[in-house]
């Protein structure tokens, strides 16, 4: 600076305006050095990290440059500059340090902000994140560090001690506290979530409270985005997966088995005991042949021990077309390939009603897909409808409205023929 001011002095310049056209070209002169440094750096230093980084080609270091860690860290250089250079403006220099002290406090916090984004995507590559989620863990810290920062540029600004700051800010705990309700109650729903292992990114849960089912796809300090099925997004406050109940799909989707239970409705007044001839047709079947033979042995053997009396039907043991019929369910369910044959497996009777007699699939396909466990479903019911006519079963109906139309129908035949029927015996 000196040295400019005699300069500008021999060519005959009064002090005033030596002092402005001095300090000016001083500015000029920081401001290109700190452009200078600033390029180096970002050209050269940064190119040369970026290469060495790139070297070791793990899935971290290309993260850290996407994030652009060491480009916003090189924003300290200037400021660094700046800081040192302050003593040339002796009137300006406490300004001048506060403003780059205050800058390299905010590109700082850039830099860890940017820090904390590189690492929670390294951490979500790894299996474990699904398990254990980090998210609403960093956003405390963020929190916490911009809290911390802007205390420290407030402090910076006014010259005092932090500590002061702090200590000032007692009296405001309980609106601070009620500012951050739902993140303290969000940090601790996630402890409890990640601590107990209740839900991770990528489960399917439903929780009819919120109108949501569907894929956890985020979990964050204050909420949990779950992405339902007909691809809305339903945003859960973390805490509510706590106070709430919810159901968690995961276990199914982990077992490979999810449930079929579905039951038919069988007419009652179609239920009766097999006759010689439709045990002859039911042995035709590929699932029946073996259990039919054995069976029928079995009732013959009971029957004669006991001395029973055959001529009716109603004494000893029989076999019934429903009872056959349950059991080839049964046995075309063993023999299916998308049915899971190691979880349970029943075909049973529910208690009768007004709408016939029950017959419920309990079973598991072996495929835990929607549109695959709903199309193995379909099948097999498909099947079984259509298969029923063939025991001497009904399936029972409401009345529709062609029903009502045929019997009405065949009311008119019936009196139809009957008015032709008394006109032949009057001409008679």
Partial sequence: ???????????????????YVSNILMVLFIAAICIIANLITKRI???????????????????????RVFHKLSHLVPAIIIYFAAPVFPVYQPLIEKLAAVYMIVATIN?????????????????????RPVKGYIQVV????????????????????????LSGLGALS??????FKDSILGLVAGIQLSSNDMVRVGDWIEMPDYN??????????????????????????SYALISDSFRNWRSMQMSGGRRIKRSIQIDATSIEFCTPEMVQEFKKIHYLTDYLTTRLEEIEAYNREHRINRDSQVNGRQLTNVGVFREYIQRYLRHHPKIHQNMTLIVRQLAPGDNGLPLEIYAFSNDTAWAVYESVQADIFDHIFAVAPTFGLRIFQNPTGHDIARVKE???????????????????
């Fill in 45 to 67: 230093v940064l190119n040369v990290i970026s290469r060495l980084i790139s070297k070791y080609r793990h899935s971290w270091s290309t993260t850290v440059l996407e994030k």
């Fill in 1 to 19: 600076m000196d040295f400019i001011k005699n300069q500008l002095q021999r060519y005959g310049m009064n002090d005033t305006m030596t002092l």
């Fill in 142 to 165: 963020k929190i916490v560090m911009f809290i911390v920062g802007g205390i420290i540029v407030i402090s910076s600004l006014i010259g005092q001690n932090p500590l002061y700051i």
């Fill in 212 to 237: 949501a089912d569907g894929d956890v796809i985020d979990i964050t300090l204050n909420t949990v985005k779950v992405m339902n099925f007909d691809k809305t997004i339903t945003m859960i406050p």
């Fill in 111 to 131: 830099v860890l902000n940017a820090l904390l984004n590189a690492f929670e995507e390294i951490y979500r590559s790894f299996e474990i994140s699904k398990i």
């Fill in 174 to 179: 309980a609106v601070l506290m009620l500012i």
């Fill in 410 to 428: 065949n009311e008119e035949m019936s009196a139809s023929a009957g008015v032709e029927s008394g006109n032949r015996l009057s001409m008679e």
